[in-house]
């Protein structure tokens, strides 16, 4: 056997899960799945001599979708005919049908004497990788005309990783790149042609123009990764769980395919990937799902949810693992046991990848990582996530620098405040995945502070659009498993302006809101909690009754989701109600477009109204996962110290620690800490260490002092960005300079033993 002929063989497997027993029962749910959607495509296509498309809801008049998701259905009917298994598994009449379609495809369609017209990813990317897949799968019956035919085509299309074909020295980064650099090296296997193979292994290293936009390497701006794990798209959009999850399948393909080849990608900082499975991806993976604050204009989706994304990145870190070294292989194959087996993974996973799952779950010497515990701030991306043992909370900000967020191509058309501090609170495996984008009300997004007016759907002049707000302070701090994190929301098309700030502990969330104004004479609310559940809402002991309610509250309780406390209490309003629309109303892309059917969902919304034209008003309130009527009612531990446009500080005691987090807006005093410029902070008093941690969210702060009000007379360990001198009344000084927002840590100790 060549070489070329063991990496198609090798290609084949990957894509249809051999060698696996088609008897195992593990595989019969996705062997049904399989051949129900290629026996519908099957049963649809149009085999008419005359016929002048394959499909009628395709008609290949000129919308580039046609073309792709043409071939996209051939390449489900070539898995089912190549897959052991199927009922179409060496269907011969199937194989002649299927040569006979990508001959029409090529002729009419798709082939290298066509310009794009439309939207280019179409063309270079989503044809061009399914008909290279096909002509994989089938590579034993094509004839070699065929074969040369269709791959010109993609020659035409994709000629190589490195540059837009439909532009002048567009060069590719990011997930475009990486899905390139795959059907380029699928390309050269399918033809045997050793120079596309290897300009599939450079275009990884971007070796054409030095490494400028290689995906081993770490970015300060723009596309890519970064060194704190963010992952940026389109140069403003958080998208770790949407191009970051493509990015990372392509990206594991090509490594597992050629590795042991003469083509073995060897670049020294491939680490950059292996290191992005647990920095970058791992802290947004909730028990299997990825978490929508990452996901962009992915979220309006309807047959590509939560679940979905979540998937194919486990899949993809198991497809890494299956060529990384150790110890990454052994942590990352336990990583991906520990998801697959409290999520939904095996639910609707393809043959290929319950294969790969299977192989974690039957290892007795394998143990299955249990879920994490941590705070991180994504400062690059203005995200925060913060993970407990039973829940985890996301939280989506925005600003100059970072998209509000992406519409476009018939897609998001009800985004307008997806990154206006917007907060996800995971308790269940349901809740963001059963039709909550098109029922949710997009007005009343949990954790955003909003102006009521009417809004047009969200729209794109071309192609896809991101929208960035004015505001520069975005971000927090981290210190340990606990974190700040704040918000100056300057809402885009009004005047409303807000200072929001939340403080992530053990078992609480602390939102503070101040500084709310505006005057266009609307309306302005504060939205607690927007929750889709037929659970019973209990607010001050007293069950809801009725659709609306509205009373000076203390304490909420919403069954099982958790409570809600509202310090020295609050005007909440509280609503009930079935949301009825359909997915189509928020995405009717040409190959993303949701069903047209009505869904319903019924929801708990619980917010404050702060009138029309507030001038400073103000908000409070906790959220307590998890926690019982009961629980709620008794929190205590939290004290709110300050919560004006000026500091907004909480004292809470964690266990036998006392934490104390604060975002100064200016300079000033809170809680016994003193800063003599803007920043975000959190002290730790645990025994005889005082631990410290800041950062500048606004990022135009040089350097900031603290000055504590007990005593510390040793340091223990500081970055090099932190000077301490300990006494009395320590100061910690930090050069906050192009720090891009990031924390900057001290600890210090109390006894005289350790001073200096």
């Known amino acids: 056997m060549t070489e070329f002929a063991a990496l198609r063989a090798k290609a084949t497997a990957m894509l249809t899960g051999a060698p696996f027993d088609p008897a195992d029962p593990s595989f019969a749910a996705p062997l049904a799945r399989l051949d129900a959607s290629a026996t519908a495509l099957r049963d649809t296509i149009d085999l008419s001599p005359g016929r002048t498309f394959l499909w009628p809801d395709l008609p290949l008049k000129g919308a580039s979708g046609d073309i792709s998701s043409s071939h996209q259905r051939l390449r489900t009917l070539a898995t089912a005919w190549a897959t052991p298994g199927s009922k179409l598994h060496d269907d011969a009449r199937l194989a002649t049908e299927l040569l006979n379609a990508l001959d029409f495809l090529y002729a009419r369609a798709y082939n290298e004497t066509k310009k794009e017209v439309g939207n280019w990813w179409h063309w270079e990317i989503g044809a061009s990788r399914a008909l290279i897949d096909t002509c994989l799968l089938m590579y034993d019956v094509i004839a070699p005309e ?59 290293s971007d070796v054409r123009d030095g490494g400028r936009n290689t995906l081993f390497g770490y970015v300060t701006s723009r596309d890519g990764f970064y060194a704190d794990g963010s992952f940026v798209q389109h140069d403003t959009v958080a998208y770790t769980g949407s191009y970051g999850v493509v990015l990372l399948q392509s990206v594991s ?58 998937r194919d990145t486990v899949d993809a870190v198991l497809q890494l693992a299956s060529g990384a070294p150790e110890p990454y292989a052994t942590r990352f194959r336990s990583l991906a046991k520990g998801w697959v087996s409290r999520g939904r993974f095996v639910e609707r996973s393809g043959i290929a990848a319950t294969a790969r799952a299977r192989a974690v779950l039957d290892d007795p010497a394998l143990a299955a990582a249990s879920r994490p515990v941590g705070h991180h701030v994504f400062a690059d991306m203005d995200r925060v996530v913060h993970r407990r043992t039973d829940w985890s909370f996301a939280l989506s900000l925005d600003s100059k620098r970072i998209a509000a967020y992406e519409c476009g191509n018939g897609e998001n058309y009800r985004a307008w405040y997806q990154g206006d501090g917007v907060t996800y609170l995971y308790t269940d495996l349901d809740h963001y995945s059963a039709d909550y984008w098109p029922t949710v009300d997009s007005y009343r997004l949990p954790g955003t502070t909003v102006d009521t007016r009417p809004r047009d759907p969200a729209v794109s002049v071309s192609g896809t659009g991101t929208f960035r707000p004015s505001n520069a302070w975005a971000g927090g701090a981290v210190l340990g498993g606990y974190g700040v994190a704040s918000l100056e929301l300057m809402a885009m098309g009004t005047t409303l ?96 477009g949701g069903a047209g059917g009505p869904v319903s969902r019924e929801y708990v919304t619980l917010w404050f109204d702060h009138g029309a034209d507030p001038t400073g008003a103000s908000y409070a309130y ?135």
């Open 146 to 204: 065929q074969r040369a035919a269709w791959i010109r085509a993609v020659d035409r299309f994709c000629p190589d990783p490195d540059r837009r074909t439909n532009l002048t020295n567009f060069s590719e980064t990011g997930a475009n790149r990486a899905d390139k650099a795959l059907i380029v090296a699928l390309r050269g296997i399918v033809g045997d042609d050793a120079a596309k193979v290897a300009l599939a292994r450079d275009g990884l």
């Open 253 to 310: 393909a090509v490594l597992g395919l050629l590795g042991g080849s003469s083509w073995e990608v060897t670049d020294p900082k491939r680490a950059v990937i292996l290191d992005a499975v647990e920095r970058t991806f791992a802290p947004w993976i909730h028990d299997g799902l990825m978490m929508d604050s990452v996901r962009g204009r992915a979220v309006s989706r309807g047959g590509y949810r939560d679940h979905d994304a979540g």
């Open 497 to 592: 302006t807000a200072r929001k700030s939340w403080i992530c502990l053990d078992d609480a969330v602390v939102c503070l809101g101040a500084g709310i104004t505006s005057t266009d004479g609307r309306t302005i609310e504060t939205i607690v909690d927007n929750r889709g559940t037929t659970g019973v809402l209990v607010v001050d002991g007293v069950p809801a009754q009725g659709a609306e309610g509205s009373s000076v509250s203390s304490w909420a309780h919403l069954e099982g989701v958790g409570g809600y406390v509202f310090p020295g209490g609050a005007p909440l309003r509280t609503l009930r109600e079935v949301r009825t629309d359909t997915w189509r109303a928020i995405n009717d892309g040409a190959d993303t």
């Open 622 to 756: 906790l959220l307590l996962p998890h926690a019982t009527a009961e629980q709620t009612a008794a929190h205590a531990g939290v004290e709110i110290l300050a919560n004006s446009a000026e500091v907004q500080a909480v004292a809470a005691q964690q266990g036998k620690d006392r934490l104390f987090a604060a975002t100064f807006w200016s300079a000033g005093e809170a809680g016994g800490v003193t800063a003599s410029a803007s920043c975000a902070v959190l002290v730790r008093r645990a025994g005889d260490h005082v631990s410290l941690a800041v950062s500048d969210p606004s990022r135009t702060v040089d350097t900031v002092t603290l000055t504590l009000d007990h005593p510390a007379h040793g340091v223990a360990g500081a970055d090099d960005t932190v000077t301490v001198r300990p006494g009395r009344n320590p100061t910690i000084t930090v050069e906050l300079a192009g720090s891009r927002g990031h924390t900057h840590t001290a600890e210090l100790t109390v006894g005289r033993h350790r001073e200096g």
